[in-house]
């Protein structure tokens, strides 16, 4: 890790020769694609490039698009050269170097000499524009000259070790980007792995077995080419097919481009927008990693996520949708699409914040989902990482297990494992990324998650203790009404009451007879209610409706139901000693000022829990029969591992205070002399 360290170093240090030329931000314009196009030449070191010269010269007649495939193929069978790419320029990098004075036009060839997988891949950076403004500043010959320095084959840094380079280039021109943009340490890529991978040893070892793995938010490849490599160290015969899908063009440029190298299919990491855009309709995959942008807001999606939403389970996201603040969950949903629905089944890791453990109340799109994951019993287990692990962010994070094989001692249960406190600190900080978790740590946590055994820092639990019904609890409205000065004050402020005298009519004789019309029964109706008396109290809202009748009827008003109803509600106090206000129907009416909701877990007899809990607190309280199928899940992970620190006494706080008060009276005694 060291030496990757000095690599990066040198890297950066030819980014900063930048300086003047590039804004700080722009120097990944000019590096990523050098780094990318510079692993490629020292790639091809070992191979005789006149041979590839005249293996191509054969095909000279076929167009682009065909020739890469025969004259890698040529290569291979009759040349022993197992290659993916090649160059048929005259140029090698030592050689580009020797003439200074055309190092434009001559490096341009150089990379026109390349197999045509590789420029479309240069072609993803849009590197030529960099070219001209690098020869244009008189940079061009430095840049490169720097760069044939950098020893990049394969027998100086691994694969997986380039991987890291880029990924920790990138995070370094992208320190201050938001936190939803994150390069995954590769100790969590490898804590991962060991999770997703979990009881699947047998599996993976057999002969000639073939096993895909997918991670529709690729990046760079990080956790697809170190999944290779954990397969591969099982059994050197597999035939490990690795699948993305990227957003970002230059990353999905280095993802290719690596993915060509280590002589997988590139076509297999594919463009586009995951959430808008699926590039594997129709193909699933065994093996399903991911570690999705955190809290990023999916609002230029919205339309087209929710039209497939609306296709239920024939589109991706038949469970539903969370807020569009945060579309974490639509990538677990995408890649639960994705797997196989045979014997063996599929696997999934994701990396997530806390958000999806708990963000949304029953009903909301982000409960649904995760109702609809635990009640098909997917979720396997859920591990809690130490904070600061992330380059660009600090916070909580979580590895979610996913299966639909789980191990008979799993079915309908789900595990969490709080690994915060394994972890050690860094010797030097990169970024927000002050912890990692070392190898031995790893296979600590892996124990306890594989042993399957409640421990202080492993619980397990029924699928149902995270479900819960979120019951409305009424109370009975209960009015009182005393008609009086301040009572008649507020009905004549409502808009029913006023209404009265005011007319939409445009004729004006015809408008001014209708207001005038108007007043006079505003006048009558104070009067009809000037004629209660004012000290009486109707605890009864039946009673005093039949009052107002009578009295309307006395006074010659007739009363719409609208007034009516307005006069009432207007003057009538909620009041405990009142009569409980029940429908035409004889139906209790709530108070809706006192409506509550109580959460019951779905292992608990609503009518007990009601009787114990509620009733005896409010006696008139009653349950909203139709609130009783609103169920809700979350995981309130904390809650589970939390630890009570006794307070201090208060005798033991004073003590203190009076210890540092006297100090404090030294100090100033010294001060003042």
């Known amino acids: 890790m060291d030496n990757d360290f000095n690599f990066v170093s040198f890297l950066w240090n030819i980014a900063e020769s930048l300086r003047g030329t590039y804004k700080e931000e722009d120097y990944r314009k000019v590096m990523l694609p050098m780094i990318v196009v510079r692993r490629f030449d020292c790639l091809l070191d070992d191979y005789n490039k006149e041979i590839i010269k005249e293996v191509h010269s054969n095909y000279n007649f076929m167009s682009e698009e065909e020739i890469d495939e025969i004259v890698i193929a040529d290569l291979k069978e009759n040349h022993g050269m ?74 100086s840094v691994s694969n997986n070790n380039m991987g890291y380079i880029y990924e920790e280039m990138l995070r370094r021109f992208t320190e201050n ?16 792995m060991e999770m997703m991978f979990l009881g699947k040893e047998d599996f993976l070892s057999e002969q000639g077995k073939v096993i895909s793995i997918a991670d529709f938010c690729c990046g760079t490849g990080g956790m697809l080419s170190i999944g290779e490599s954990y397969i591969k160290k099982l059994n050197e015969k597999a035939i490990v097919n690795v699948y993305g899908q990227e957003l970002l063009d230059e990353s999905f440029a280095i993802c290719q481009a690596d993915m060509l190298m280590k002589g997988q299919n590139p076509d297999n990491i594919r463009l586009g927008n995951t959430l808008t855009e699926d590039r594997f309709i129709g193909e699933f995959m065994r093996f399903l990693i991911s570690n999705p942008p955190f809290g990023v807001t999916w609002k230029d999606e919205e339309k087209k996520v929710k039209e497939e ?29 994705k797997m196989y629905d045979d014997e063996e089944g599929s696997r999934i890791a994701i990396i997530f914040n806390g958000s999806p453990l708990f963000t949304g109340d029953a009903g909301s ?46 079915k309908g249960k789900m595990q969490l494992v709080n690994a915060t406190e394994y972890y050690k600190p860094m010797r030097k900080s990169l970024g927000n990324k002050r912890k990692e978790i070392s190898v031995d740590q790893i296979k600590e946590i892996k124990e306890i998650y594989e042993n399957f055994r409640e421990t202080e820092n492993c619980k397990i639990f029924d699928n149902t203790e995270f479900g819960y019904r979120k019951i409305t609890i009424e109370r009975p409205l209960k009015l009182s009404f005393k008609v009086n000065g301040d009572s008649i004050e507020k009905v ?30 505003q006048e009558i109706l104070i009067s009809m209610l000037e004629s209660f008396d004012c000290n009486k109290v109707y605890l009864n809202r039946e009673e005093f409706i039949k009052e107002i009748k009578v009295k309307a009827k006395t006074y010659g008003v007739t009363l719409a139901a609208a007034l009516l109803k307005t006069i009432w509600n207007t003057i009538g106090e909620r009041n405990e000693n009142a009569d409980i206000c029940k429908d035409a129907k004889g139906i209790i009416e709530s108070d809706s000022s006192l409506k509550d909701t109580e959460s019951i877990s779905l292992k608990e007899d609503i009518n007990a829990y009601f009787e114990k809990e509620v009733k005896p607190h409010v006696a008139d309280a009653y349950m909203d029969e139709n609130t009783f199928n609103n169920i809700g899940y979350e995981v309130p992970f904390t809650r589970h591992f939390y630890k009570y620190e006794k307070l201090r006494s208060f005798s033991e706080i004073m003590e203190e205070v009076k210890e540092l008060e006297g100090e404090i009276a030294l100090e100033i005694k010294k001060v003042l002399g």
């Open 177 to 192: 980007s938001a936190s939803g943009e994150q390069y995954t340490p590769r100790e969590v890529i490898k804590l991962c």
């Open 492 to 521: 004549k402020e409502t808009s029913q009451f006023v209404n009265l005298s005011v007319s939409k009519k445009k004729d004006e004789i015809v408008k001014a007879q209708e207001e005038l019309l108007g007043k006079g029964q």
């Open 309 to 337: 939403s609306d296709l239920g389970f024939d589109g991706r996201f038949g469970a539903g949708t969370p807020r569009v603040s945060d579309g974490s969950l639509l990538f677990l949903e995408n890649m639960i699409s």
């Open 365 to 410: 799109g982000e409960s649904n989902i995760r109702k609809w994951i635990i009640e098909s019993d997917l979720l396997e287990g859920i591990i809690a990482l130490p904070t600061d692990m992330f380059y660009n962010t600090g916070i909580a994070t979580y590895i979610w297990v996913l299966s639909n094989r789980k191990e008979e001692k799993r």
């Open 82 to 155: 197992d290659l993916q790419f090649y160059n048929v320029s005259d140029f090698t990098w030592q050689k580009l170097l020797d003439d200074s004075e055309n190092i434009k036009a001559n490096f341009e060839e150089y990379l026109n000499g390349f197999s045509n997988n590789v420029k479309e891949i240069i072609g993803k950076f849009k590197f030529k524009d960099e070219i001209t403004q690098l020869d244009k500043k008189n940079k061009l010959y430095a840049v490169l000259q720097k760069m044939g320095e950098a020893d990049l084959h394969i027998n």
